[in-house]
């Protein structure tokens, strides 16, 4: 009884041959360094650690072109992502042959030396249309590959410190300890579940089934390293990962993290999971209906269809000694009491809970029926996933100098600490010039920068479970845009254009600005004399000539009410775009 060879026959080991501390020496006086993007920092760990076997380093130009057409190496092993490092061309053009660089952690930590003996131009748009089937941008690895360098290094590679990882330290183990404590165990025929999701009882009791009727040994393998925007934290899916494991029967699963940045590239993506699985000593591998599948595509169309990925591990499986276990989409049959595999359950009636509806549950803190999940996964969901009236979130004032985004702000301000319940800080154009950004005038670049910096902290109070009000004049769109997107991808955010129009503003003229603006006193004024780029699609625009601060701020507190950030809108008539606010 043994476990499979790793795949290409040896396991690789990046650490093995040479002597760490004098590369530490070398890399400090000689080496021009390359700080790895988290993606690379994956790449890096699991190539070092061997997960990658038989790689020992990034691709060079003709490995890659191989993978890119026939999905092998040059030497015809099978392999179907490229791997590559990518930098960008005037860090390449400074690089001499030979030369040994430095790859290290954002923090500094050195993790490897590459001694480049191969650069060579990335063919981005040939890489995205045979690797993942499509240039289109709104698969996350083509956007991804569209902010990554132009050419590629490659070169012998030496480990030095392998990347630092304080949580979980437990339950993260490289190939050879899996494979080691599968051996203690006397496991040889495993498969590997591969998630990036929590887990719930469809997947428990899937995973059990495949145990069950192959006698297998169970490792459930979730990826930690970089998966799709908008997923579950892993810190958050990890722990209700170890509540689940209680469940399985003692001594026969096992719980393990992987450090893999992830593509989402759907078939290709299924057989390099298999792979990397095989390095960890597993002869078999759950591939799912849609398995690393990216999303849908601007015109709402799938990438890839739901069994592509089977149908191509399925073809590789013999090649490469993984036997390809297709996921059973199981259905919760009531009258059994019982996961059934869909194509078991006939006439009978069945229930399934969508992924969209269960998160739409936990915003709006639902109850989750009992036979969907186990109660200890959805106490941990429900710590980090709070519904959304117990959410941080950011309104975000825009408008011109006199428009009235302070007061109304203020009124605003006043009116959610009367409410209670969460923390509110107040960010208004001149506080934030005081404290924030002094030393900053208003041309494009200070402007930019210092709607930046409010977007920043912003984002902070957001996460943090606070309420942020912004209210500075943020002239410009895209500058709003990279605010918007900060903020929404931790908690609420909401555009309030202040449109009073520049005439009402001007004769308001409260600080005597636009006087001196027209006197040309003062350069580069807002609407006299700088440009200021009005908001398409705010989420409510506010025209304060013919309306008291007062009326204002309770279309505001309205407009969150129909979003759900605050407790009160059941009833109140809100448009088709509200209501899709309240299932982020
Ligand atoms: S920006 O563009 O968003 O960075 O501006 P902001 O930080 O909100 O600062 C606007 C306040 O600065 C005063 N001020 C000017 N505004 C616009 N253009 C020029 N050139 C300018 N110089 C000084 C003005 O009082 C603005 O305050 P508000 O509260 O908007 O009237």
């Known amino acids: 009884m043994t476990l499979v060879k790793p795949h290409g026959g040896t396991l690789v080991n990046g650490y093995a041959g040479h002597n760490a501390s004098e590369l530490k020496t070398i890399a400090a006086v000689h ?51 490229p791997i590559c490092l990518d930098v960008s061309e005037e860090f390449a053009a400074s690089i001499e042959m030979g030369e040994r660089i430095a790859l290290r952690d954002h923090e500094g930590l050195l993790i490897g030396l590459l001694q480049v003996d191969e650069k060579f ?8 249309e045979l690797v993942f089937g499509t240039t289109s941008t709104a698969h996350p690895a083509v956007a991804a590959m569209q902010e990554e360098g132009a050419v590629y290094l490659s070169g012998e590679l030496l480990g030095v410190d392998a990347p630092a990882h304080y949580d979980f330290a437990h339950i993260r183990r490289t190939p050879a300890e899996v494979r080691a404590e599968f051996e203690e165990k006397g496991w040889s025929d495993v ?26 040994n169970l490792l459930v393998h979730p990826v930690v390293g970089v998966t799709k925007p908008g997923d579950i934290d892993y810190f958050t899916r990890t722990r209700c990962y ?41 002869n078999h591998f759950i591939v799912g209906r849609d398995h690393a599948g990216p999303g849908k595509d601007e015109n709402g169309q799938d990438f890839y269809g739901p069994y592509d990925a089977q149908d191509l591990v399925r073809e590789y499986a013999e090649e ?40 739409k549950m936990l915003a709006e803190g639902a109850h989750v029926p009992e036979w969907f999940s186990f109660p200890e ?26 428009s009235g985004k302070s007061t109304v702000a203020n009124a605003l301000l006043n009116k959610f600490m009367e409410m209670g319940g969460r923390s509110v800080t107040l960010l208004d154009g001149d506080i934030v010039r005081t404290h924030l950004s002094s030393e900053l005038g208003f041309s494009k670049e200070h402007r930019e920068i210092n709607i930046t910096r409010i977007g920043f902290v912003a984002s902070e109070i957001t996460k943090a479970g606070g309420i942020a009000l912004c209210a500075p004049i943020a002239p410009y769109a895209s500058t709003r845009a990279t605010v918007r997107d900060m903020i929404s991808s931790v908690g609420g955010f ?91």
């Not at 131009?121 to 995205?128: T, Y």
């Not at 689940?244 to 719980?255: D, K, R, S, T």
């Not at 941990?380 to 309104?395: A, Q």
């Open 31 to 81: 080496s021009k360094t390359v700080t790895l993007t988290r993606k690379q920092l994956c790449d890096v760990e699991m190539i070092l650690n061997g997960a990658f076997s038989p790689l020992t380093t990034f691709m060079n130009e003709a490995d890659y072109t191989s993978v890119l057409h026939d999905m092998r190496l040059s030497d015809g092993t099978v392999w179907p992502m």
């Open 121 to 128: 131009k990335a063919d981005k748009a040939r890489e995205a």
């Open 191 to 216: 498969v590997a579940f591969q998630t990036r999701n929590p887990m719930h009882r469809a997947h428990f009791e899937l995973t059990k089934r495949a145990m069950e009727e192959d006698g297998l």
């Open 242 to 282: 170890e509540h689940v494991m209680e469940n399985y029967p003692e001594g026969e699963a096992m719980l393990s993290l992987l450090p893999l940045a992830m593509r989402m590239g759907g078939p290709r993506e299924a057989l390099w999971h298999a792979i990397i699985r095989k390095n960890y000593g597993c």
């Open 320 to 359: 490469i000694g993984v036997t390809m276990v297709p996921f059973q989409e199981m259905l919760y049959v009531p009258s059994e009491h019982a996961y059934i595999p869909r194509d078991e359950v006939g006439e009978r009636e069945s229930e399934n809970i969508s992924g969209t509806a269960f998160r």
């Open 377 to 402: 996964v959805l106490k941990e969901l429900r710590k980090t996933m709070k519904p959304l009236h117990e959410r941080g979130f950011t309104v975000f004032f825009t408008g011109l100098s006199g």
């Open 494 to 584: 909401l555009e309030v254009h202040i449109s009073t129009p520049l005439e009402v503003c001007e004769q308001r003229d409260r600080k005597g600005l636009y006087a001196k603006a027209r006197a040309g006193i003062i350069k580069n004024f807002t609407g006299i004399s700088d440009p200021y780029e009005a908001p398409k699609n705010p989420e409510l625009a506010i025209d304060t000539s013919g309306l008291q601060p007062d009326e204002a701020a309770d279309k505001i507190i309205a407009e969150l009410k129909c979003m759900g950030y605050i407790l009160g809108g059941e009833g109140a008539e809100c448009s088709p775009e509200e209501q899709a606010s309240q299932q982020a």
